[in-house]
Structure formats: C-alpha cells, structure tokens
C-alpha cells in the first residue's frame, strides 16, 4: 500500500504531524480536541484501530456516575478519604466538561438518580452502606453538593424489584446516551480540523531523529509527539504498562410496554449495572464471577456470566414483567492497583492515557485534558 500512494495522499493524509493521537474512544477524542483548542495551529490525526472506537466507548452503559456507596467505600479502603476525594472531583469535573462542551440535549443527558440495590440476604452490607451515607455526604458535598445519598425504599415498589430491601438513592447521578455522545465527540472533533481514520491499526512505533514513524498497513504516518489512548490495548505496544484488561458483558431486552423503572442503578458492589433506556433494560457486568476469564482484550461472552444476568433480569428485576432478550454484546475496560488513571509520559515525547477503572464516560474528559496539557507543556 505505502508504494501505491498518490502524491495528493502523501502530501495532505501521510505528511508530518505534530501530533498523533492513538485510539478515538471518550478518552483520545477529548486529548485531541484540547490540544487543538489550545493551539489551533498543530496539526493533528487520530488512528483508530476499528470502524468505530475499539474498547467501551461506544459498548458501555451510559452511566453519568461518580460512583455508588458499596464502590466508594471499597475504593476509600484501597486509597483512603483523601485520595478518594481527589478521584471524586475528578470524575465529577470530566462529567462537568462533557456536558458544557457537547451540551445535554445532545448527549440526552437525564439526571433521574442513581440507585444501589441490596437484596434481604445483603443484610451486612446493607447496613454498612446505610451506615455510611452520612460520611460519603460530608465527603462530597463541596464537590458535587449537599446531601447526595439518602435511603429511598419506596422506589423499591414503584420500580417492581423483587428480594430487595434496601435502596440508597444519589440524587447526582444521571444517565446520557453513549452513542450520541461519541457521534457528538467525532463530530465536534472533526469540525475543529481533526482527522480520524479508522481501520487503520498501528504495528509498531519507531523511533526517528525528529520524532517516530507509525507503522500500519494502510501506510506510515509521521509526527513530532504521540499519545495513545487505547486503554485495554495499550499492551500490543507498550507491554509493560501497569493495567490489566476487564471484559463487561452485557445484555438488552426488546422495548417492554409500561415499564416503570427509572434511573440507573448498581448492584453487589458495582459489578452489575442496568438502566431504561427507550423502555429496554440494559443490564450488564457479573465480571467478579470469574475475574481471571474476564481478564481479557477478546470480546465475547461466556455462560456463567450471561446466565447470572438473565437470573438478576427475571427474579429480581423484571420478576413479573413478560420480556425478550434482544441481544448481547462485550466491551474492554482497563483496570489496575490503583484506582486513579495512568497519565505519563513513558518515553520522550510518548504520552499515555489509560486505566479509566470502569468510569470511563465520568473521567474520560478530564483525563483526555490532562494527558494533552502534559504534551502542551513540552511545546
């Protein structure tokens, strides 16, 4: 292919960049889109391995979230209140920058609550969650407002839940439409003169005298400074990044008539998850089921985990509601020892930007921002 470029190709598609961004999820789409807004004079191009973003962007649940009782109370022993704090503003803040820069009616941004649901035979850690609302609240609160859990068991009737207790409302939480929001994301992107091209996966990275030399199969592209923002898939070119790959299964009803439930809502830890949307239940997770299988960059899924879903799907929430399974479908988020994001620079002018830990559509604007202003400050 490289010998069968037009001169009009090498000049204006495989010219020298100033910058090159790897990966078009949440994450790289934001890092580019700040780099150019800031000096709109570079020259800029992101690879993108998949006709659409490869990874969860476009795959996951479209949660606006920040994180739930039983998540932030496990985080908070693994980092401690401070730090937690810290990831807490940043994760509200990436939420914050996304809605101002998209706006959100076109993101279909609905703040309707966020619900963490406890079963009868959660009893222990139902009251534990009960017994930190106000703790969490004190926390948050000059981050994203007073009061923002509270014990909301009337909603457990009104939604049709069956086997559960307790429910803890966040009042802050909210929900947008992941595809939009990306579409909006390459759109906004491309209006400021950012090139996308997608099928188009990067081999290896060679060192030059002035930069490196991205090999792909479509051709080799050029420029000054690089940052990848491929998460999960970091490894295939930098293997020793400290992140570990984690499959979400999940799975879609056909639309179901008068269905009651509203808000988004969290269950056993945050490792499932499910929500209304165009009157279908979205529901996924169930990777603690088997963490080693699900420790990987394959996308797929696997019985234990689909069959542990249509269990929570019919005897918990929909237990006397007829529906269909519509179909199924996986993403590849990146996790690691700590819970923050992996900002670097790895190598002289190689920035890298991964390991969301599952908050992907809360942080990845902030942390698309944060790994371009480290590039920025090398100009």
Known sequence: MPNELSYWEKESFFCN??????????????AAIHLKKTVPS???????????????????AGFACFGSISELTEQEKRMGSERLAMLIEKR????????????DNTIDYQCLGGYELFKKEDHSLAELGVSKIEHFN???????GSNAFRVN??????????????????????????GKMMYALIQYAQQLGIGIFNNCTVDRIEEESKGFCLITKNGNFSCKQLILTTNAFIKDLYPDVDINPGRGQVLITKPIKDLKIAGTFHYDKGYYYF??????????????????????????????????LEHLLKKVILPTTKYEIDYRWSGIMAFGKTLEPHIEEIRPNVFCATRCNGMGVAIGSQTGEDVANLLLNKL
């Open 138 to 144: 004190l926390l948050v609160n000059d981050i994203v």
């Open 92 to 103: 509200w803040k990436g939420l914050l920058k996304l809605r101002y820069l998209l706006g």
């Open 42 to 60: 570079l020259r800029i191009v992101i690879l993108e391995k998949g006709f659409l973003p490869t990874g969860a962007s476009t795959k996951n």
């Open 17 to 30: 960049y100033d910058a090159i961004v790897i990966g078009s999820g949440i994450v790289g789409l934001n």
């Open 275 to 308: 929500r209304n949307i165009n009157n279908r239940i979205l529901l996924g997770g169930g990777r603690n089921i088997d963490f080693k299988a699900e420790q990987t960059t394959t996308f797929g899924h696997t019985e234990p985990v689909q069959s542990a």
């Open 153 to 178: 068991n009337k909603k457990i009737s009104l939604s049709g839940f069956e086997g559960v207790s307790t429910l803890i409302e966040n009042k802050y939480e909210a929900q947008i439409d992941s």
